[in-house]
């Protein structure tokens, strides 16, 4: 066999190698994505989580997570994602801190075709995941680490998975807005302070004014009441007694 005949046997035997590489490294990289967007590498912490339910000692913000995320992996299981929807919601609300129910929730969007939605969840995900591997969740640090059982993913990872899969619908990740949820709690307080800001412009200036314009329209007898104090003055008097405006024509 002459040098040219065995070149070019080497050179289509590098080629096959590397097609098969190409091929290899594609079917692991496919798998890796299919096995990262489903709900089910989230099915052993719900078995550990299931049982924070059945202790009647846990705190009741972990047992409302628990109960919460439990049921809405139920549902999403089941095809119902309206219902899973709803119970990632809970769950979140109730521990905000913990990444994995904001890309449920993100899964659950993308499965009933809002993808917009889904996007802004896949966004608070990575934000949280973010944070987590940097060390600012000191509280929940190692409830998540249990829960994750030692393989939680890392935030480069990730972010390219989120980045290729939201580009297929043409949507930039860098470009979305985060979802922000506010716990229950903190929305009551928000509520309420909102109530009181109302009941205070109400008592200061609202209700006075009222009472000021019920007052000129019914004045005591003999008297006439100013527009710009509320001060009563006798019929014969042509200015106010208290603000000593004149008395308007």
């Known amino acids: ?43 052993n912490s719900a078995n550990l989580i299931g049982k924070i339910v059945e202790d009647k000692g846990a705190q009741k913000g972990l047992r409302d997570f628990a109960a919460g995320f439990t049921a809405g992996l139920s549902a999403l299981e089941a095809g119902d994602t309206n219902t899973a929807k709803g119970e990632f919601f809970k769950a979140s609300d109730a ?21 917009d939605t889904a996007a ?21 640090d190692s409830l998540i680490r249990i829960l994750g059982e030692g393989k939680i993913e890392g935030y480069k990872e990730a ?9 297929v619908y043409g949507i930039d990740l860098d470009k979305v807005r985060p979802v922000a949820v506010f716990p229950a709690f903190l929305l009551y307080i928000i509520l309420l302070a909102l109530f009181a800001v109302l009941y205070l412009a109400l008592a200061q200036w609202v209700f006075p004014y009222i009472r000021k314009m019920k007052k000129m329209r019914h004045p005591p007898e003999g008297f ?20 000593r405006r004149p008395r308007p024509v």
């Open 1 to 43: 066999m002459n040098l040219a005949k065995k070149f070019l046997i080497f050179v289509f035997l590098m080629i096959i190698s590397l097609s098969c590489q190409a091929q290899y490294k594609a079917t692991q990289e496919g798998a890796g994505e299919s096995e990262f967007f489903s709900y089910k590498r989230f099915l």
């Open 95 to 115: 521990w905000p801190e913990y990444f994995g129910a904001d890309f449920l929730l993100a899964l659950s969007f993308e499965k009933n075709g809002d993808i």
């Open 159 to 167: 972010y390219d998975l989120i980045e290729a899969r939201l580009a």
């Open 224 to 243: 006439w009441v100013c527009r710009y104090c509320g001060a009563a003055s006798p019929d014969l008097s042509n200015v106010c007694n208290d603000c």
């Open 120 to 140: 802004r969840f896949y966004k608070s995900y990575l934000l949280k995941l973010k944070d987590f591997h940097e060390g600012r969740y000191k509280i929940s």
